[in-house]
Structures are given as C-alpha cells and as structure tokens.
C-alpha cells in the first residue's frame, strides 16, 4: 500500500474521533457563551492561546473564554499523537488550516499547502522539534523593540518554565555529553527529551562530528548557542506520545476552572470596537461555527487577545478595518486605525529536500507498509515504544557561510556571528513525505537530509481580497526573491554533499537520489533550490514588534504586545516575533506566550 493510501486510512478515521462531541469542560455550542462578558476573550486556541489562557486563569478573579476554530484536543488522532506520523501525516488534513500560499516567483511559480495547526493546541501537534534559537536572535529582538525583557537572559526563565526536559534514562544512546541539564527546564508542562529510537545513521554522524572539519559538535543546541550538529530535542512525552500544548496545559484541574470557558469549532469572523477620547477600543468578537450560520458575539471588559498566527491574526486584524487603508478602503471595510504594517514583513524558512539511497532496510521509510504500521501501532498502544516514537530527526546541524557570499547591498541577514544560516536535519527515509515537491522515491530506503536556510532576506505578505473570514487570505512569504538567500542555499547543498559524501557513509548511502544528483554548477544548484524548495512552517512577523516611541509606520505592536493606535487589544502569537529565529519556532512561542501571559497579569493584577 502507498503513502497516499495509509494517510488516507488514517485521516478518515482521525476525522470520526475529531468529529466526537466533546465532554464536559470544553463547549461547542455558541449559545452557551453567546453575549457574554468575559475579562479576556483569546482568539485562537494554539499553542500561544492556550498557554494564556491556562496561565491568565491561574489568578480566580480573571474570567477568560477562549475561542478555537478548530476541534478540541480530546479524542486526539493517531497521526498526532505517535511521534513518526505526525510529520508524515502531511496536509489536507481535518487538523490542519491548509493555506495555499500564492504562485512563488522564486520557486517557478510553484505553489503548495501550508501546514499549520487548525486543533485546540494549534501547531504544537505539527512541530516536532524543540529548538531556542541563539541568544543573538533574542538580543537583537531586544534591540529591535526597545525592550530588553525579550533578550535572550530574559527570556530563559521563560522557556524554562514551559520545557519539561526528560532526563535520557538508563540503557539510552545519549550520555552527558549530548545535552546541558543547565539549559533546560524540567517541571514545565511541555515535554521535550533527547530522541528515543535510535536510527541508522546515529554512529556514523558521532564518526562525522569526530573527525571532519566544519562538523564540529554543539553539546546542546538549545543553550544559545546552536553553530555544529547536536542531538535533537523531540518534542515526546515520558510516555511515549508526541507532546502538545493542550494536554500539557489544559490537565482536568485547568479545565475544571469555573474562571475558563473554552469554545471549540468557532471561527472568529470579526472584533468589534467603541469609541473613547483616546481612541478606538476593542470590546467584542464575532464568531460562527460555519459561513452558512449565524454569528454569535461575546464581549471583553479587559482586553481581547489575539493568538490567531502569523497568517490569522492579521487576516483577523484587516477583516477588522485595522490594516492599511488602500487596502481595507478597496474592500469597503470601515477603517478602525490605519496600520500598515499589518500583515507584512512575512519571514520564513525555505527547505531543501534531498535523499541518499541507502543500502540498509531499517530505515523509516518501512513506514510505507501498511501490515507494518499496523503492528508498530499495536505496539506503541500498549508499550508507548518502537519505530513510532522515532523522532523527526535524531542530529540537527546548524551553520554559517562564508562571509565572502555576501554584497555591500543586503549584507549578513543573520543577527550576529553565533547564529546559522543554514541548518541540516539528518533524516533516515524519505525527506518526500512532507516536503510537498517530490514524489516518494518508491521501493527500497533513503537517507535524506533537509537542508534549510535559516537566516533569509526575502521578505513576504500576508493581505485579505475579501471579506469572507471563510477564504483564505492571500500568503505570499516571497521565497528565494533575495538572491542572499540563494547563495545561503547553495553553500548549504554543497555541505550537505560533503557531510553524506564523508567516507564515513560509505556502508550505509549508495549514492545521492534526489532531488537532482547532477545539479554541479552554481547555476545548477539554484535551478534545483527554485524546482524543489519548500518550507518547514516556520512563519513569523506579520505583526511585528516596535519600541513605544514609534508609531503604525514602524510597527504593529508595543514590546508589551499591545497594539499601537488601538485600546485593549493585544495580540501574542508568531506574528509579533521581529526577526526571524534561526532554528524551528515551536520553542519561541512557548517562551514569547509565557511571558506575554505575565505582561497581562502585571496590567491587570
């Protein structure tokens, strides 16, 4: 049986359990809340939403409803909840928003889904990689806002207390050496740990970092400082089941909160404002559970949050009447506050995916077998073990260019010397299975290698051309528009060639597959980067952060996440993130969400 076919077993049955009417503590019927005022009301119960709303409720006196477009956390899928599959499980699925981002210029025109989490949880079922970045990035940010509360010194209490970092117990591949107690925290509510199903290719990339230059090794790649190949973090709980940031947050005692209500399967379709002397201020929010029905309104006496993401969020804003006024004027939508810089500075990843055949047949491309999934299912049910607790990837890699590639015009785009510009995932199967560009090779096994540009120049927009909250809005990140990120791109396929093409490897790669061998040349290799490139959904910075002093033209939000021009709004999701992290952003969130919670409860003690 093919990918196709088992993804789609596995949908349709994931569909029947997101279907399921949800047990007491979670609501679905927008009569329940219809009208009603609430302290906070937090739009969109991702992985930024339902952190606030579980560390905003901690105080009794503040009342929150939390609106998710999505299906509640119960009755979680399998393809979520085992580790293997949930990259696998790809898009077009129930869980999933799956976006469409417009025709890309730099990847010939080429357009593809994009995966984001559509779940009470949101993308932290997607992600399944925990990375922090380099504290270079956080300073920066820092810099960038005006506020040195977002440095990376600041910020660490902050990822220490979402990570609960499991120790590698006995009998486990990893020694001390693969990791930094001292830069992880272990009591938070989402699990992270070093990975625990060993692959193929572990030895051999011991032997790599051992022995060839610019291979060196990061003992941690969460400590702040990522440049070399280290062990990953997978986000796995002790159990064995893929970490997510509802059942690490909401547990039975959240829920059971008379000061929480949570709606799920409700689209926020618009907010509504009142006027003051000092402005417009956010009051309401709109939401209907499809286009066809009726909306209903509930009402915030404190703030509205928004925790939409880097594509919703400023759709949500635009649909508004906040947003620039070109724009909203050609809609004929009211304008609320003319902001912008609302839905632009898009910044993301852009991924090469490329595959090695290999010679061995335990690799995790036996995934392809359906009898076999199905006994590995049967075994992870009952022991939380075997092939489907496998991670992402077991090595990540993180690397600068040489500074030669870059012009006087657009310079370094990276934060500073200790950050990446391009990072490697050492896969063992097919990297095709969620890259969205290449077919799945066919029989036999691959090890595969992602090579992403992680510091890029292209700038990208995120923009409405209706005003059906329903249709998507129009997502142009702009891949490979900045030819600095190009250049990144081929540097990084020539190193991702000189790691796989270590002697090393010999006994376990026969020789490079895909996307194109051939590619040689410069030009060559760009040609590939444009025909095969993809992305890892990684975006960011739609409504970005801007010191106090400036105003719309800057920025969109304050460093405190409130939102310039307009009174008791806030939003603390990706799109208030001003620079690009050089790593997976799933880590970034967490923190940026636990201290947008303080910023909240230090307004309003």
């Known amino acids: 049986m093919n990918t196709s076919r088992i993804l789609n077993l596995l949908s349709a049955v994931a569909l029947l359990s997101l279907l399921q009417v949800c047990s007491a503590g979670l609501l679905t019927d927008p009569a329940a809340v219809s009208n009603k005022k609430y302290d906070f009301v937090i739009v969109g119960g991702g992985t930024a939403g339902v952190i606030m709303a579980a560390r905003i409720t901690e105080n009794p006196r503040h009342t929150v409803l939390?609106?998710?477009?999505?299906?509640?956390?119960?009755?979680?899928?399998?393809?979520?909840?085992?580790?293997?599959?949930?990259?696998?499980?790809?898009?077009?699925?129930?869980?999933?928003?799956?976006?469409?981002?417009?025709?890309?210029?730099?990847?010939?025109?080429?357009?593809?889904?994009?995966?984001?989490g559509h779940i009470l949880g949101g993308s932290s079922y997607v992600y399944g990689l925990y990375t922090r970045s380099t504290d270079q990035i956080y300073d920066k940010i820092a810099k960038v806002s005006g506020d040195n509360g977002w440095s990376w010194n600041s910020l660490v209490p902050y990822f220490n207390k979402a990570e609960g970092f499991i120790l590698p117990g006995n009998g486990s591949e990893w020694s001390g050496s693969d990791f930094e107690s001292s830069a992880h925290g272990t009591r938070g509510p989402f699990n992270t740990r070093l990975p625990i199903f060993p692959n193929d290719i572990d030895p051999?990339?011991?032997?790599?970092?051992?022995?060839?230059?610019?291979?060196?090794?990061r003992h941690d790649i969460s400590s702040g400082k990522a440049l070399g190949v280290g062990v990953s973090q997978p986000s796995i709980t002790k159990a064995g089941s893929a970490s997510n940031v509802a059942t690490g947050y909401l547990t039975p005692d959240v829920l059971a909160r008379q000061n929480l209500d949570i709606i799920t399967g409700a689209r926020a379709t618009k907010l509504t404002f009142k006027s003051s002397p000092s402005g417009p201020v956010a009051n309401g929010v709109q939401f209907t559970p499809s286009p066809n029905a009726n909306t209903t309104s509930v009402f915030a006496n404190k703030e509205i949050i928004l925790s939409a993401g880097a594509f919703n969020t400023p759709q949500l804003l635009q649909l508004s009447g906040i947003g620039s006024s070109t724009l909203l004027k050609s809609l004929k939508i009211p304008v609320i506050l003319n902001s912008p810089q609302v839905g632009r500075n898009l910044r993301d990843h852009v991924t090469m995916p490329m595959q090695w055949l290999a010679s061995v047949n335990t690799t995790l491309d036996r995934l392809q077998n359906a009898t076999f999934v199905t006994e590995q299912t049967a075994l992870w049910e009952s022991t939380g073990a075997g092939i489907l607790t496998a991670s992402v990837a077991n090595h990540l890699g993180f690397f600068r260019v040489n500074s030669s590639v870059f012009d006087a015009q657009t310079g370094d785009p990276s934060a500073g010397p200790d950050c990446a510009h391009y990072e490697f995932l050492f896969r063992v199967n097919s990297f095709a299975a969620f890259s969205f560009t290449l077919p799945y090779p066919g029989q036999g096994s691959y090890v595969s290698m992602g090579m992403q540009v992680t510091s890029t120049s292209s700038i990208g927009t995120v923009t409405i051309n209706t005003t059906n909250p329903f249709t998507s809005p129009l997502i142009d990140p702009q891949y490979f528009t900045s030819p600095t990120d190009i250049k990144i791109g081929i540097q990084g396929v020539r190193a991702a060639r000189q790691a796989y093409g270590s002697p090393i490897f010999k006994d376990i790669l026969v020789r490079e597959f895909g996307p194109n061998p051939n590619a040689t040349t410069d030009a060559e290799i760009e040609a590939m980067l444009r025909h095969s490139g993809t992305t890892l959904f990684h975006a960011v910075g739609t409504a970005q952060m801007a010191p106090f002093k400036s105003g719309v033209e800057k920025g969109v939000v304050n460093p405190d996440l409130t939102v310039k021009g307009v009174k008791g709004l806030r939003?603390?999701?990706?799109?208030?993130?001003?620079?690009?992290?050089?790593?997976?952003?799933?880590?970034p969130v967490l923190a940026f969400a636990e201290r947008g919670a303080d910023l909240v409860k230090a307004a309003w003690p």
């Open 66 to 116: 939390l609106i998710e477009s999505g299906a509640s956390h119960e009755n979680i899928p399998l393809p979520l909840r085992a580790p293997a599959l949930g990259v696998r499980s790809g898009s077009n699925e129930p869980w999933t928003w799956n976006h469409t981002i417009v025709p890309q210029i730099g990847l010939e025109n080429r357009t593809f889904t994009y995966q984001t």
């Open 204 to 217: 051999f990339i011991a032997q790599l970092v051992a022995t060839v230059p610019g291979f060196s090794k």
């Open 571 to 587: 939003i603390v999701d990706a799109s208030v993130i001003p620079v690009l992290p050089d790593a997976h952003t799933l880590a």
